[in-house]
């Protein structure tokens, strides 16, 4: 569950990015140190003051800063500046650091997404393909695929993948039983039958049957998986037709009408996924990422329970994905230093059972496998389920093009002009097809 930017936040922190980008230095950084000291193996590193920045809740903040202290100990004259808060604001001010030219050194960022794209865009991210071929970055227990999904559309890493997640559905069990339901192992065969079941929970919670299902930045691009289409496409910016868009949100407005699911103002007044409906005991389905999972139970207080996401066509909607990635700025004086932290934080065994996970599977074989029996039941459940979305899924969708940012922010604002009846759904669909094209076209001049 993913707290959107409006749109004129959008465009005003575009304008902000075009000037960042025009910036040549980043004075407000400090100069590199050129002290040489030695880590505990021995090995020559310089001494380095690296600021890290990344969002997450409090169990993320305390586990990432315990590793950085590892790390600050194994390698003498390294040291950590760190800044963190919810996600809520960080991409604003990520924007406004680029702006001042104050980029922290490492930050946490999601190479493909649309708020993160236009800092590439602007050239404020250092491409890391350089640090992976000299094994600064060691990837050697990394799969292509995984590594894959920190590239561009430029076909250059921007970005690490701390890990691994996927969609999924999460239930709460006490409801079903109390409803007199079963809950479809394999997930729902189709959206019509999870409607039927959301009328009784409906029943069941007093208020909502689910949360919010259908926001354009999480479920669109499963939805148009499901019938072999894209969201973003290179040529037109958008690649769904309009009978996807249509028959989504004809499912959103009906089920919104009818109280399955909360309307929008009720749905954007969730910050994050522990403040959810389904929480709160008030709805009895939600969609999330797999690493959301644990902090939701915990959140919860009682036994939830993952399922695949609806069908028809799940097997290919389905996918495998990074979850987080660690970037560096492009105007870091401390690019190396980054880069061998960064190769710390995915492959040591040590940091990697601190961490447990938080910000998905961990993405090496070895670390994976050494976490294993320290799990608790909660990510045990993640681990199995991660399992079964490996068997039933399809390949990830290419990069999406350069513009995609501008054209995130119209699927934005249309989806909240059509579900607040201030436009058609086909007029909407006509005008996203219309502008996606004419943004695409503008970049390529």
């Not at 936040?9 to 990015?17: D, F, R, S």
């Not at 169990?59 to 315990?66: A, E, F, L």
């Not at 604003?92 to 104050?102: E, G, I, M, R």
């Not at 050494?370 to 969708?397: C, N, R």
Request: charged share 20%; proline share 5%; net charge negative.
């Amino acid at each position: 569950m993913k707290r959107r930017f409006s749109v004129m936040m959008l465009l005003v922190l575009a304008c902000v990015l075009a000037l960042a980008g025009c910036s040549g230095g980043n004075s407000g950084e400090k100069p590199a140190s050129t002290e040489t000291v030695k880590d505990t193996e021995g090995n020559g590193t310089k001494a380095a003051d690296l600021r890290v920045i990344w969002w997450g809740n409090q169990d993320r903040h305390d586990i990432t800063s315990k590793v950085l202290n590892m790390y600050a100990e194994a390698n003498p004259g390294v040291t950590f500046s760190p800044e963190y808060q919810g996600f809520d604001g960080y991409y604003q001010k990520l924007t406004l650091l680029a702006a001042s030219n104050n980029m922290p050194d490492i930050f946490q960022f999601y190479v493909g997404a649309s708020d993160a794209n236009q800092f590439m865009d602007k050239g404020l991210v250092e491409p890391l393909d350089s640090y992976i071929e000299s094994g600064i970055i060691d990837v050697s227990n990394i799969g292509e695929s995984t590594l894959s999904g920190g590239k561009a559309s430029d076909g250059k890493i921007y970005g690490i993948p701390l890990g691994v997640n996927a969609r999924t559905m999460i239930v709460d069990p006490a409801a079903y039983e109390k409803a007199g339901l079963t809950i479809p192992e394999g997930g729902y065969a189709n959206w019509e039958a999870l409607y039927e079941d959301l009328k009784k929970l409906k029943e069941v919670t007093g208020y909502y049957g689910a949360e919010d299902l259908f926001n354009v930045t999480f479920a669109l691009p499963y939805y148009a998986r499901q019938f072999g289409q894209t969201v973003s496409a290179e040529e037109t910016g958008i690649g769904f037709d309009e009978k996807v868009y249509s028959d989504f949100f004809t499912y959103r407005k009906q089920w919104a009408k009818e109280g399955l699911i909360p309307k929008m103002d009720a749905s954007m007044s969730v910050k994050n996924p522990e403040e959810s409906f389904l929480v709160k005991g008030q709805s009895a389905v939600m969609v999330a990422y797999t690493n959301q999972y644990p902090g939701i139970v915990k959140a919860a207080g009682r036994p939830l329970q993952m399922i695949l996401m609806p069908g028809p066509n799940s097997d290919k909607a389905m996918d495998v994905r990074p979850g987080l990635h660690f970037s560096i700025s492009a105007n870091s004086s401390n690019k190396e230093a980054a880069a061998k932290f960064i190769s710390y934080f995915v492959n040591d065994i040590e940091a990697n059972k601190v961490l447990n996970a938080n910000r998905g599977m961990p993405i090496t074989s070895q670390v994976r496998a050494s976490l294993a029996e320290q799990f608790e039941p909660d990510m045990k459940a993640v681990v199995e389920y991660m399992d079964i979305v490996t068997e039933h899924s399809g390949p990830l969708d290419p990069p999406a093009p350069t513009g995609s940012t501008e054209i995130e922010a119209l699927m934005i604002d249309l989806e909240q002009q059509i579900m607040y009846d201030h436009i058609s759904i086909q007029d909407a669909y006509a005008k996203l097809q219309k502008d996606a094209a004419g943004i695409v076209a503008k970049h390529k001049k």
